[in-house]
């Protein structure tokens, strides 16, 4: 059925440094793939996101990789900074009857330490 | 801010009564989206409406329901609640149908709903 796994639940790291999220999905139909950050108290907002005809996507110092052959997508933050501290979300799309719908992961905890 | 307003921010009640929460979506989004997000369970998709009309349903109770109004504002409708409703429900909107696909989708404050 319909999932997206999404490792590591938390994740702790010194300022500076960089993280890595990862996700799977299950739906070979996937095609589009958002990464949405969502701080205490506030809705999730998309960060960046990526489409099936493209491999690899950067916006400053967030990248974003698929790997479709794998089913397999990545967020990628450089220089780490204690604003970047939230939980992140992974998303795939999924057509459904009329339109296509987002199954989302379960979330990582990002810790930014100074 | 993301343009997406929910209303009301908190709600307490106590099980088996019914509560409405609202959602207006950004200028010019035709479609609305309804989450739920429980501690345990993540962001979990609920309902669609385009224009209206309901256009996917995701793990929706059937205490629960939806609408959208011809101004494009919608009310999720939560009725013989339990404890285990108690959640942040969110609503998102994006520009047309595809919204997983095509279309950004972007997410309101949200809605933190107690049942005691």
């Known amino acids: 059925g319909e999932n997206v796994e999404q490792h590591p639940s938390t994740l702790s790291v010194q300022e500076g440094d960089s993280a890595v999220i990862k996700c799977t999905y299950s739906?070979?139909?996937?095609?589009?793939f958002p990464w949405y950050k969502q701080e205490l108290g506030k809705g999730p907002q998309l960060i960046i996101d990526i489409r099936s005809n493209v491999g690899e996507k950067k916006d400053q110092r967030i990248a974003v990789t698929l790997n479709k052959t794998a089913k397999h997508f990545s967020l990628h933050i450089t220089e780490t900074q204690p604003e970047d501290s939230a939980v992140y979300f992974c998303?795939?799309?999924?057509?459904?009857?009329?339109?296509?719908?987002?199954?989302f992961g379960t979330g990582t905890r990002l810790q930014v330490f100074p | 801010d993301s343009g997406v307003t929910q209303t009301p921010k908190h709600l307490i009640t106590a099980t088996g009564q019914r509560v409405t929460l609202r959602c207006s979506p950004r200028s010019g989004d035709l479609s609305v989206y309804w989450y739920q997000q429980s501690l345990d369970q993540g962001l979990q998709f609920l309902i669609q409406y385009y224009n209206g009309e309901e256009r996917a349903k995701g793990n929706i109770l059937e205490r629960f329901s939806a609408q959208q109004f011809p101004d494009l504002h919608s009310e999720l409708n939560l009725s013989s609640l339990e404890l285990g409703d108690s959640a942040l429900y969110f609503c998102?909107?994006?520009?047309?149908?595809?919204?997983?696909?095509?279309?950004?989708?972007?997410f309101g404050p949200g809605t933190r709903l107690l049942v005691l």
């Open positions: 739906d070979s139909a996937s095609n589009y």
């Open positions: 998102a909107s994006s520009v047309g149908l595809s919204g997983g696909d095509q279309e950004t989708q972007y």
């Open positions: 998303a795939a799309s999924v057509p459904s009857y009329n339109t296509d719908k987002l199954i």
